[in-house]
């Protein structure tokens, strides 16, 4: 059981936006930073946001993200086939003093 | 170029031992803190066990705390999983990465299979 929350899944279409969303509390989200990644089939995870909404070099703006309180959100918009994938956020537990990642959400590109 | 190279994985009997590497190329690992993540078959990513760019502290998941340790050899820019008393839940891909609030650089994953 993940101290963490995400959508098991959400779709969209070509084009479209879509937000993925990640709850937590205030040992974790509430207090420290938020990452996510990308995980395509069969590939290791990569790094799309880190520090709740920094973008890595040749992430491409599509990808956006905020944090308030003990949510955060991905945002990911011109959606293309290319971005089906499954998304995790990851944060730090200061209370058990882990790192924890959300169940996942897996992307559809309609 | 900044690379994480995993090894050692296998398929290993219930309550044996088998040793993970995580060879770093084009970084130091004196530099940043080291991960590993693993991914059972069609689940999630599991975070296992974080080591300090000092080499100081480590912190272990509740999973695997008590039976793994995480070490490393600065000077092979090295850094192992000692995995002992294996079960079937262990059984996973294994992925090392670095870095600290955020893991930016992952290796391709060495995968563990605990069966009798």
């Known amino acids: 059981q993940s101290l963490l929350t995400q959508p098991p899944s959400v779709s969209a279409a070509p084009g479209q936006r879509v937000t993925i969303s990640c709850s937590g509390s205030s040992s974790n989200i509430g207090r420290n930073y938020v990452s996510w990644y990308q995980q395509l089939p069969g590939t290791a995870p990569k790094l799309v946001i880190y520090d709740n909404f920094q973008r890595p070099s040749g992430i491409p703006d599509r990808f956006s993200a905020s944090k308030s309180g003990t949510s955060a959100t991905l945002a990911i918009t011109g959606l293309q086939t290319g971005d089906e994938a499954d998304y995790y956020c990851?944060?730090?537990?200061?209370?058990?003093?882990?790192?924890?990642f959300g169940p996942g959400t897996r992307l559809t590109v309609l | 170029q900044v690379r994480l190279a995993e090894s050692g994985g296998g398929v290993v009997r219930p309550g044996r031992s088998l040793r993970l590497a995580c060879v770093a190329s084009?970084?130091?690992?004196?530099?940043?803190?080291v991960h590993w993540v693993r991914q059972a078959p069609g689940k999630g990513l599991e975070w296992v066990v974080v080591?300090?760019?000092?080499?100081?502290?480590?912190y272990y998941g509740v999973a695997v705390k008590g039976r793994f340790i995480i070490s490393r050899d600065t000077p092979k820019n090295t850094v192992y999983l000692q995995m002992a008393g294996v079960t079937p839940e262990d059984t996973a891909v294994y992925y090392c990465a670095k870095n600290r609030d955020y893991l930016d650089v992952w290796g391709q994953g060495t995968t563990v299979t605990v069966s009798s």
């Open positions: 084009g970084f130091s690992y004196r530099d940043f803190d």
């Open positions: 990851a944060t730090w537990e200061s209370n058990l003093n882990v790192h924890v």
């Open positions: 080591i300090s760019a000092d080499g100081r502290n480590q």
